[in-house]
């Protein structure tokens, strides 16, 4: 399984960027995709997740400013991020987990690569 994420950059705070996750594989649509994070000297976190039914969970620092949503006919997860804060600054992973619905004590078994989020003050 490859993931491939896209979408990341430079924004001034207050701005919105959209990440995408690309799948390579046909088990896309019976997992659960998810967005983590990690920040410089922080460890790596997570972000959201969508089951393959549309059930979503936020993190908290996230909450009613981010928004995943997935298409499975064509293999794609996105991250649409608004109202951006410095401290969103990270390196934003895009991974699958082997299950219906997201548990959160268990870490994903497939990562992709991380694209550059950098929001500026």
């Known amino acids: 399984v490859q993931l491939q994420a896209s979408g990341g950059g430079l924004v001034q705070a207050g701005g919105s960027l959209r990440l995408s996750c690309e799948r390579s594989?046909?088990?896309?649509?019976?997992?659960?995709m998810a967005w983590f994070r990690q920040a410089p000297g922080k460890e790596r976190e997570f972000v959201a997740a969508i089951s393959w039914r549309g059930n979503i969970n936020y993190a908290d620092s996230v909450e009613g400013r981010f928004t995943i949503s997935r298409v499975n006919s064509d293999s794609t997860t996105y991250l649409q991020m608004n109202t951006l804060k410095p401290e969103d600054t990270a390196v934003y992973y895009c991974?699958?987990?082997?299950?219906?619905?997201?548990?959160?004590?268990?870490?994903?078994?497939?990562w992709g690569q991380g694209t550059q989020v950098t929001v500026s003050s």
């Open positions: 991974a699958a987990q082997t299950s219906l619905y997201y548990n959160a004590n268990r870490l994903p078994d497939y």
């Open positions: 594989d046909r088990t896309y649509s019976s997992h659960v």
